[in-house]
Structures are given as C-alpha cells and as structure tokens.
C-alpha cells in the first residue's frame, strides 16, 4: 500500500484562532464592566449636580436682591445729592505731594464735576489725611467737598470734623483748605474739644505747618486743667 504524504508547507503555526463566539463573550463582559464603571459614577455625579443647583437656586436670588439693593442705594443717594447718575465716579482715591513733598491723601465715596466755566469737582463723604514733614498731621472727614482746580482749594461742607496729632478735635459746618500751604480756614460756628478744656467760636484757623490753631470772632472757652499729683 501507498503511504500518502501531506504537505504541511502552508500551514501558519502560532495561537489557535478562537471561534466567534468567544470574541462575542469578551466583549460582553468588557461592555458591561465599562457600564458598571458608568454607572458608579453618574451615582456619584447626580447628587452633587443636585446638591450645586439647589445651592445656585438659594444663593441666587439673594445675590440678585444684593445686587439691587446697591444700585437702589447709589440711585437714591445721587437723587438726594442732585448727581448726575452718568457720571459718577465710585469709592475715587486720590494722592499727591506739594512743592514741599508733603503728602496728601483724599478717599470719597462718590466725586463727579460740577458743571460752569472753571473746574470743579464735587465729594461725598470724604476722609483726608494732612502730612507735615515736622511729623505733624492732620486728619480730616466731612459729608461734602468741593475742590475747585483754579484755586487749588478743597472747600469742607455740612458736618466737618478735624483731627490733629496733639489731640485737638474741630467741630464745624465749613472749612475751607489751601491746598498750596495746607492752611485750613473756617468762618462759622465751631466747636473745639482739647486736654485742656473746649471752646466755642464763630471761626477759626490753622496755619503755620498745624502748630497754631486760633479761634476767631466771639468766643466762649472753658479751661479743665489737670488735677496736679499730690
């Protein structure tokens, strides 16, 4: 009998391919471990998409209501004050240094200019600090100021109140500061506190770098010197 030979010359040697249905099954358990890992997270997820929306549904309105209660005011008090709402300048700042390189420094709530030929600009609620190269200052707050360009002067209105580093309070309703020498002038009636008593005047100024404070016009003082030590 005739052996029968076979040619084993095509054959690929190496793994040994799987049936289709074995690739179906891995991708089965592969779809449903992705899903697993899918769902798992949207768990997580969801509640905290819920919890930052409900947080943005209480927070809101009240942010709205902030909102509007702040533009209510800043109309309200420029109806009160006759500003103009278009041009209004919020919380200005202001910095200079004299020809002496004595410093001074003006914040406001509010500034806007004032209309007419000359320059003017126009505070409210303005707090000042007056700085003297002999460490000597002065601070200074009123609920209006008018700065004038042309005169270089800031003009103190209704309630204005000086401070000055030796302990001396001024109390009055209109002072008026030059701005080139830093002298301060007022022409009503002020109210004057110190350790040494208080006093009452139709006027009064300060000059010579802080270190002068006169009283003029009639003027009533009551003394309250310290008790000396026994």
């Keep these: 009998m005739a052996k029968k030979v076979v040619d084993l010359s095509d054959v690929k040697w190496g793994k040994t391919q799987t049936s289709g249905a074995g690739d179906w099954l891995r991708r089965q358990k592969k779809r449903m471990r992705y899903h697993s890992r899918l769902v ?5 997820l969801f509640p905290s998409l819920a919890a930052v929306m409900i ?3 209480i927070v809101w309105p009240q942010m709205k209501k902030q909102q509007e209660e702040a533009v209510s005011l800043l109309a309200s008090e420029t109806e009160q004050t006759d500003m103009p709402n278009d041009q209004v300048m919020v919380n200005p700042r202001f910095f200079t240094v004299d020809e002496r390189g004595e410093p001074f420094n003006l914040t406001a709530d509010y500034a806007f200019e004032l209309p007419g030929e000359t320059r003017r600009i126009q505070l409210e609620a303005l707090k000042a600090d007056l700085l003297k190269h002999n460490d000597r200052w002065i601070a200074v707050d009123a609920q209006k100021g008018i700065y004038s360009q042309a005169e ?3 003009e103190l209105l209704d309630q204005v109140n ?3 580093q030796t302990g001396e309070e001024i109390e009055t309703t209109q002072a008026l500061i ?3 020498n830093r002298d301060i002038f007022g022409s009503r009636e002020v109210f ?7 006093a009452r005047a139709e006027g009064f100024s300060v000059t010579q770098n802080g270190t002068v ?7 009533h003082v009551v ?8």
Excluded: A, Q, W
Aim: no cysteine; charged share 30%.
């Design 40 to 44: 798992v997270s949207l768990k997580v």
């Design 55 to 57: 947080g943005l549904v």
């Design 152 to 154: 270089d002067t800031m």
């Design 162 to 164: 000086l401070y000055t």
């Design 178 to 180: 030059n701005l080139k």
């Design 192 to 198: 004057l506190r110190s350790s040494s008593g208080h």
């Design 213 to 219: 404070i006169k009283l003029t016009g009639k003027t």
């Design 223 to 230: 003394f309250s010197p310290e008790e000396k030590e026994k």
